[in-house]
């Protein structure tokens, strides 16, 4: 069981960075892959980018890549996700994930943050 806590969300402007960090407590917090996810109001839940449990491998969304970068600190048990030139279509509730595999299906993990909002204006 691992416990997983969203923080770091706000109001920017397009163009603008952002921070969102993940915490987590419980089980061995190097053991899992982490993930981050987003859901905008009226649409499912998509996948964003994912690490594995040492860092050395990362996967994005092409909506995402060359603009975010996700990593990790296992001394901390805490995952990041920087975000850069946000556009308005990333506004969304951002949700951190964890799970002994990486899936790009909301389905596939197992323990979930509750979320963090992210507003990109225009």
């Known amino acids: 069981q691992v416990q997983l806590v969203e923080s770091g969300g706000g109001l920017v402007q397009a163009g603008d960075s952002l921070r969102l960090s993940c915490a987590a407590s419980?089980?061995?917090?190097?053991?899992?892959?982490m993930g981050w996810f987003r859901q905008a109001p009226g649409k499912e839940r998509e996948f964003v980018t994912a690490i594995d449990w040492s860092g050395g491998d990362t996967y994005y969304a092409d909506s995402v890549k060359d603009r975010f970068t996700i990593s990790r600190d296992n001394a901390k048990n805490t995952m990041y996700l920087q975000m850069n030139s946000l556009k308005p279509e990333d506004t969304a509730v951002y949700y951190c994930?964890?799970?002994?595999?990486?899936?790009?299906?909301?389905?596939?993990?197992?323990?979930w943050g509750q979320g963090t909002q992210v507003t990109v204006s225009s």
């Open positions: 419980g089980r061995t917090f190097s053991s899992y892959a």
């Open positions: 994930a964890a799970d002994s595999i990486i899936g790009r299906t909301p389905k596939t993990w197992d323990y």
